[in-house]
Protein backbone atom coordinates (compact mmCIF):
# COMPACT_ATOMS: atom_id res chain seq x y z
CA UNK A 1 0.00 0.00 0.00
CA UNK A 2 2.93 2.71 0.73
CA UNK A 3 3.69 2.22 -3.25
CA UNK A 4 0.48 2.58 -3.95
CA UNK A 5 0.42 5.70 -1.88
CA UNK A 6 4.00 6.95 -3.35
CA UNK A 7 2.37 6.40 -6.87
CA UNK A 8 -1.17 7.92 -6.03
CA UNK A 9 1.27 11.02 -4.78
CA UNK A 10 3.28 11.02 -8.29
CA UNK A 11 0.07 11.16 -10.48
CA UNK A 12 -1.32 13.80 -8.42
CA UNK A 13 1.96 16.20 -8.71
CA UNK A 14 2.10 15.36 -12.34
CA UNK A 15 -1.63 15.33 -13.31
CA UNK A 16 -1.77 12.17 -14.84
CA UNK A 17 -4.12 8.75 -14.84
CA UNK A 18 -3.25 6.21 -12.43
CA UNK A 19 -5.30 2.50 -12.85
CA UNK A 20 -4.82 0.74 -10.05
CA UNK A 21 -5.77 -2.72 -9.49
CA UNK A 22 -4.83 -5.35 -6.52
CA UNK A 23 -5.80 -9.10 -6.32
CA UNK A 24 -6.58 -10.99 -2.71
CA UNK A 25 -7.01 -14.92 -2.49
CA UNK A 26 -10.20 -14.92 -5.11
CA UNK A 27 -11.05 -11.13 -4.75
CA UNK A 28 -9.45 -8.14 -6.67
CA UNK A 29 -10.21 -4.47 -7.55
CA UNK A 30 -9.47 -1.65 -9.72
CA UNK A 31 -9.67 2.24 -9.78
CA UNK A 32 -9.11 4.38 -11.70
CA UNK A 33 -7.66 7.92 -10.79
CA UNK A 34 -7.81 10.98 -13.47
CA UNK A 35 -6.73 13.82 -12.16
CA UNK A 36 -9.30 16.68 -9.83
CA UNK A 37 -11.43 12.83 -8.79
CA UNK A 38 -10.91 10.85 -5.51
CA UNK A 39 -7.65 9.40 -5.48
CA UNK A 40 -6.49 5.74 -3.88
CA UNK A 41 -5.36 7.53 -0.80
CA UNK A 42 -9.08 9.99 -0.10
CA UNK A 43 -10.81 7.14 1.83
CA UNK A 44 -7.58 6.25 4.19
CA UNK A 45 -8.10 9.02 7.55
CA UNK A 46 -4.71 10.97 8.19
CA UNK A 47 -4.62 10.10 11.48
CA UNK A 48 -5.11 6.01 10.62
CA UNK A 49 -2.46 6.50 7.83
CA UNK A 50 0.44 4.48 9.12
CA UNK A 51 -1.93 1.98 11.49
CA UNK A 52 -4.09 1.29 7.80
CA UNK A 53 -0.49 0.77 5.84
CA UNK A 54 0.92 -1.68 8.38
CA UNK A 55 -2.73 -3.77 8.01
CA UNK A 56 -2.45 -3.59 3.99
CA UNK A 57 0.89 -3.97 3.09
CA UNK A 58 1.18 -7.87 2.15
CA UNK A 59 4.62 -7.74 1.64
CA UNK A 60 5.13 -8.14 5.31
CA UNK A 61 4.79 -11.48 7.04
CA UNK A 62 3.01 -14.27 5.48
CA UNK A 63 -0.66 -14.32 5.90
CA UNK A 64 -1.44 -18.21 7.80
CA UNK A 65 -4.00 -19.48 5.96
CA UNK A 66 -4.55 -17.54 3.26
CA UNK A 67 -5.69 -18.96 -0.55
CA UNK A 68 -3.16 -18.20 -3.52
CA UNK A 69 -5.10 -16.42 -6.36
CA UNK A 70 -5.40 -18.31 -9.46
CA UNK A 71 -3.51 -16.70 -12.21
CA UNK A 72 -6.65 -16.10 -14.15
CA UNK A 73 -8.34 -13.76 -11.59
CA UNK A 74 -4.43 -11.73 -11.56
CA UNK A 75 -5.06 -11.99 -15.56
CA UNK A 76 -8.85 -10.39 -15.38
CA UNK A 77 -7.60 -7.69 -13.15
CA UNK A 78 -4.82 -6.53 -15.48
CA UNK A 79 -6.88 -6.90 -18.42
CA UNK A 80 -9.36 -4.61 -16.42
CA UNK A 81 -6.76 -2.19 -15.75
CA UNK A 82 -5.64 -2.48 -19.68
CA UNK A 83 -9.08 -1.69 -20.68
CA UNK A 84 -9.49 1.73 -18.66
CA UNK A 85 -5.67 2.97 -20.43
CA UNK A 86 -7.54 2.15 -23.51
CA UNK A 87 -10.66 4.18 -22.56
CA UNK A 88 -8.04 7.10 -21.27
CA UNK A 89 -6.41 7.13 -24.20
CA UNK A 90 -9.64 6.99 -26.91
CA UNK A 91 -11.42 9.38 -24.96
CA UNK A 92 -14.11 7.30 -23.19
CA UNK A 93 -15.60 8.03 -20.08
CA UNK A 94 -13.65 5.63 -17.71
CA UNK A 95 -14.25 3.59 -14.08
CA UNK A 96 -15.70 6.17 -11.78
CA UNK A 97 -14.73 4.80 -8.30
CA UNK A 98 -13.61 1.23 -6.99
CA UNK A 99 -14.78 -1.85 -8.76
CA UNK A 100 -14.70 -4.73 -7.05
CA UNK A 101 -14.89 -8.42 -7.88
CA UNK A 102 -15.69 -11.66 -6.06
CA UNK A 103 -14.45 -14.37 -7.83
CA UNK A 104 -15.48 -16.94 -5.93
CA UNK A 105 -19.56 -16.05 -5.54
CA UNK A 106 -19.06 -14.19 -8.94
CA UNK A 107 -20.42 -11.24 -7.43
CA UNK A 108 -19.09 -7.46 -8.79
CA UNK A 109 -19.77 -4.46 -7.55
CA UNK A 110 -18.51 -0.35 -7.63
CA UNK A 111 -17.79 1.62 -4.41
CA UNK A 112 -18.51 5.02 -5.09
CA UNK A 113 -15.60 7.61 -4.52
CA UNK A 114 -15.57 11.13 -3.16
CA UNK A 115 -13.14 13.22 -3.86
CA UNK A 116 -11.70 14.13 0.18
CA UNK A 117 -10.75 17.92 0.16
CA UNK A 118 -8.53 16.96 3.08
CA UNK A 119 -6.58 14.30 1.50
CA UNK A 120 -2.93 13.84 2.72
CA UNK A 121 -2.41 12.86 -1.43
CA UNK A 122 -4.49 15.25 -3.33
CA UNK A 123 -6.36 17.70 -0.95
CA UNK A 124 -5.57 21.35 -1.36
CA UNK A 125 -1.86 22.77 -0.71
CA UNK A 126 -3.85 24.51 2.56
CA UNK A 127 -4.72 21.37 3.47
CA UNK A 128 -1.28 19.47 3.04
CA UNK A 129 0.21 22.67 4.35
CA UNK A 130 -1.74 21.99 7.73
CA UNK A 131 -0.75 18.23 7.72
CA UNK A 132 2.76 19.07 8.36
CA UNK A 133 2.58 21.60 10.00
CA UNK A 134 0.48 19.13 12.79
CA UNK A 135 3.57 16.36 12.37
CA UNK A 136 5.83 18.74 13.20
CA UNK A 137 3.95 20.03 16.32
CA UNK A 138 3.66 16.41 17.52
CA UNK A 139 7.25 15.53 16.88
CA UNK A 140 8.47 18.09 19.43
ZN1 LIG B 1 -7.01 11.81 -2.49
Known sequence: MPTR??????AVRHGIPLIDGGIKEFTGRVQTYLPGKAC??????????????????????VEFGAQASFTTISSIIAGVQANEAMKIIAGLPTLEGVLLMDFLNNKYSKMDLERNPLCFVCGSEDTKSVSVDKSEENSE
Open 5 to 10: VWLASF
Open 40 to 61: IACNIPLDRYAEIMELRNPCEG
